[in-house]
């Protein structure tokens, strides 16, 4: 049982070396893509130190201080679960693009392995990222953690990072099904769950028929929360409404979208899409 | 499983270690024709079996189902009807130990083209279980023996040769010791050099490591060069079967090339030019 379990760890962990191995020789792009995400939160947290100018409003410090770092949990949230989102979507899409997909598939690692070895390297890509990012802007703008609650922050972390391993496993099933054009499919599920997730508002803003997606979208819960741990020290008493539909999402979505996925491998092998040419 | 489907096939000495009973795959056209496509039969209830220790020679024109028969074999299709099994365990129910007990090269030689051989080959290793301290020696010897020179092994892939790189498809499948390879046109593309290395490794590796090779190919030189058995197939069709003399005593005499016009009523190169376009 042990050997299983570290044999198994062994498979899923050369996903993960590989994954390393590959950003290193790509390193050009991801120093763009990490200064893309700098760059980004930085304009949105510039937005909240303008918005006193623009708006007329308050230009109390305390307040915002306080807008500064609401909206900078957001982009980071966002940009922590939308690399996990991005990155277990192109699973299939990058294999096939590099023409490694057929080697990937038949080699004699159980599915689960495999997806679990993605998830492992995708956690690592996005927790580096992030907290970059973070260390970028607070250079930049000043950032007020006086009051987080970090714990809770984290455990609200963690829970988003599986619920949305369950999304992003059952969103790789697009490019599995739809060769030239499922990743394309991807990334449009993804923009939806940004636009109804509250990342930078509060989703009672929305049309009253939108408002249902961000009731089924983890991230809603996770960003809610975060702002309450980092900005008002919320402990996980408090956290807890927010945290447990994440949980649930993530108990829910994870074996499904490991079961659709499975499903859509086994519909590829039947109609030959299972190949680097699609 | 596959450890002791090893054991039991160093004990016995006449095992099939593939056999495919009435396979048949077909695939939807990829364009809508009007009034609507039928679906083109790729392989068309092929059996045929590749004892142990043989190298198999699958003989036939472009897109005649030699490539789709390698992936149904490899675990990539399913067949539509028809039964295959790897040392006797059935590819669809015992999927993971025949995967422990095959390996392929296809004609692509298909990495991913920034790492180099070494970081490939080490993750291609750890995929079936070789941990890299081990590995990577291995890694060094194959790579050397196919002429690959030690700082060619540290490059990115991208930066290597056609031939290099089937050279290094072929080190890939060679590393997990598969008891079945399946090598899908492995020296199409390749100038004569490399592919006279690549098929004295192939007969190399037969002789000294007890694999089993099922070997697809348009070449006919290659075919009765390497292989102790040879079949036709032709649109989708095993059209014949046997060894290289057996065919042409079968066919009428003279070469391969004649058994082939025989067969098919083309000669290989005119049948490669007009098949083409059937999906493979």
């Known amino acids: 049982m042990n050997a299983n379990v570290g044999a198994q760890l062994g498979l899923a962990y050369a996903f993960v070396e590989r994954e390393i191995a590959l950003s290193k020789r790509y390193w050009a792009w991801e120093i763009v893509w990490l200064v893309y995400g700098i760059v980004t939160s930085l304009s949105v947290a510039y937005i909240a130190l303008g918005a006193p100018g ?215 092998k039947r109609t030959g899409r299972l190949k680097r040419s699609g | 499983m596959a450890v002791q489907v090893r054991e039991a096939i160093r004990t016995e000495k006449k095992t099939a270690a593939l056999a495919a009973f009435e396979v048949r795959k077909e695939f939807r056209p990829a364009k809508v024709t009007p009034g609507g496509g039928t679906n083109v039969r790729a392989v068309d209830d092929v059996s045929l079996s590749v004892w142990r220790g043989e190298i198999y020679g699958l003989l036939g024109a472009n897109g005649s189902g030699k490539s789709t028969l390698i992936r149904l074999f490899s675990t990539l299709l399913t067949p539509d009807a028809g039964e295959v099994r790897v040392f006797g365990l059935d590819i669809g129910r015992d999927e993971l130990a025949v995967k422990r007990l095959i390996n392929r090269v296809s004609v692509e030689a298909s990495f991913f083209k920034k790492l180099s051989a070494m970081e490939n080959l080490v993750y291609a290793g750890r995929l079936y279980g070789v941990a890299p301290d081990e590995s990577r020696p291995k890694i060094v010897s194959i790579l050397r023996r196919l002429g690959i020179e030690d700082r060619r092994m540290r490059e990115p892939l991208e930066q290597l040769s056609r031939g290099m790189q089937q050279k290094v498809a072929i080190a890939r499948a060679f590393l997990s010791t598969p008891m079945l390879l399946l090598l899908d046109e492995p020296t199409t593309g390749l100038d004569i050099r490399s592919k006279r290395e690549v098929q004295t490794f192939v007969r190399d590796l037969r002789d000294e490591h007890d694999a089993t090779i099922l070997l697809t190919t348009h070449d006919l030189d290659e075919a009765s060069r390497l292989a102790d058995r040879i079949g036709i197939l032709h649109q989708g069709r095993l059209v014949a079967e046997g060894t290289p003399a057996e065919l042409a005593a079968r066919h009428g005499g003279g070469t391969l090339e004649d058994v082939f016009m025989t067969l098919t009523g083309r000669r290989l190169e005119d049948a490669d030019a007009t098949d083409a376009e059937r999906p493979t």
């Open chain 1, 54 to 268: 623009i708006t007329g409003g308050s230009s109390d410090p305390a307040l915002v201080s306080r807008f500064v770092l609401y909206l900078l949990v957001g982009t980071i949230t966002w940009r922590f679960l939308g690399l996990i989102f991005e990155q277990m979507g192109e699973t299939i899409a990058w294999e096939r693009w590099e023409g490694t997909i057929e080697y990937t598939f038949m080699a004699p690692v159980p599915r689960l392995t495999h997806l679990l070895g993605m998830c492992g390297a995708t956690l690592v890509r996005a927790l580096g990222f992030s907290v970059a990012i973070l260390a970028a802007v607070a250079l930049f703008v000043p950032v007020d953690l006086s009051h987080a609650n970090v714990a809770s922050a984290l455990v609200l972390l963690a829970t988003g990072a599986v619920a949305f391993i369950g999304l992003a496993i059952g969103s790789a099933v697009f490019p599995l099904l739809w060769t030239e054009k499922g990743l394309q499919m991807a990334y449009i599920v993804q923009a939806v769950v940004l636009l109804v997730s509250g990342v930078y508002y509060e989703t009672n803003v929305l049309p009253a028929w939108m408002q249902p997606l961000s009731f089924v979208s983890p991230a809603t819960y996770v960003i809610r929360g975060m702002r309450d741990a980092l900005l008002d020290g919320a402990d996980l008493a408090h956290v807890w409404p927010n945290l447990w539909p994440a949980l649930l999402v993530g108990a829910i979505s994870i074996p499904l979208g490991l079961r659709v996925f499975l499903w859509a491998e086994r519909h590829a």
